[in-house]
């Protein structure tokens, strides 16, 4: 690993982010491992939204990770349920 605290760290040999400072969290979607940015923060926020109802759930998580991440319009169901089903696996 190269760098330092002032001009970032990067990956010796292709210039990549260290897999050590990887924090993308990583969703299976479509039978694909798929990163998600910002995924325990998005979970949080969605909790803090006390929502009971499955699908409200499933939109604001969804509405979130596209903040952050591209989610291909023909895939949004698809996205949506998996980010559900891994918000529900946390037991957040």
């Known amino acids: ?8 760290y990067y990956c010796s040999i292709c ?7 990887i924090t993308t969290k990583r969703v299976l979607i479509d039978g ?14 969605v ?10 759930i499933s939109d604001a998580l969804l509405t979130m990770v596209k903040q952050f991440n591209y989610v291909p319009t023909k895939k949004s169901e698809v996205y949506a349920a ?8 946390r037991k957040i």
């Open 1 to 8: 690993m190269g760098g330092d605290e002032k001009d970032g």
């Open 15 to 21: 210039g990549g982010i260290p897999p050590d400072r």
């Open 32 to 45: 694909k491992e798929t990163g998600i940015d910002h995924l325990d923060w998005i979970f949080d926020e």
């Open 47 to 56: 909790k803090k939204l006390n929502l009971s109802d499955d699908a409200a």
């Open 82 to 89: 998996a980010l559900f089903t891994e918000y529900k696996k």
